[in-house]
């Protein structure tokens, strides 16, 4: 099993609905949780990283994290077509430096 | 701002052949260096974290004997492969990180012909 799990793998949603996607990390040794987004073709670029316990925001994407749980999630309200891309989720874990531990990512589309 | 730039961006080479791939930090010193590959319809997939003045650490289905890593110091790294086959095809990506993030490269997009 995966260290790192996203769920789902997939997802469509509507133009101007919210995307709401999953990771869940199965070792409690986690430091950081990062989120990243990757067009086809292209390198994946960050989105938003998150260290601590509840929720934050920037534009129209919203983290949480729940570390007694190890989950975070990564919501997209108002999601635009140039929304659709692999979405990763990556975990650091204490004393592993530049190591990070991706999930298997979720797909989005939106379909216009 | 920091970055970390990547060269070169994409390459060619013949089956058998090597070839090396550079991750240079800029503004920021990178104390660990991680190397990634991307291979078609998959996930990133760890090839080895480097952190300077201690020994390199390959994940499992890698070797320093294929894929020799140079840390040398806080803003470079240097990665080679060596007798590319097609199976090493694929994006292969730096992360530095300094004290709380990690900042990738745009990657390296290898294809073995």
Known sequence: ?112 | GALVYQYPRRTICKSGTSMRMECQAVGFQATSVAWYRQSPQKTFELIALSTVNSAIKYEQNFTQEKFPISHPNLSFSSMTVLNAYLEDRGLYLCGARDSTEVFFGKGTRLTVV
């Open chain 1, 1 to 112: 099993q995966q260290k790192v799990q996203q769920s789902p793998e997939s997802l469509i949603v509507p133009e101007g609905g919210m995307a709401s996607l999953n990771c869940t990390s199965s070792d409690r040794n986690v430091d950081y949780f990062w989120w990243y987004r990757q067009h086809s073709g292209k390198s994946p670029k960050m989105l938003m990283s998150i260290f601590s316990n509840g929720e934050k925001e920037e534009g129209r994407f919203t983290v949480h994290l729940n570390k007694a749980s190890l989950h975070t999630s990564l919501h997209i309200r108002d999601s635009q077509p140039s929304d659709s891309a692999l979405y990763l989720c990556a975990a650091a874990y204490n004393n592993a430096g530049a190591k990070l531990t991706f999930g298997g990512g979720t797909r989005l589309t939106v379909r216009p």
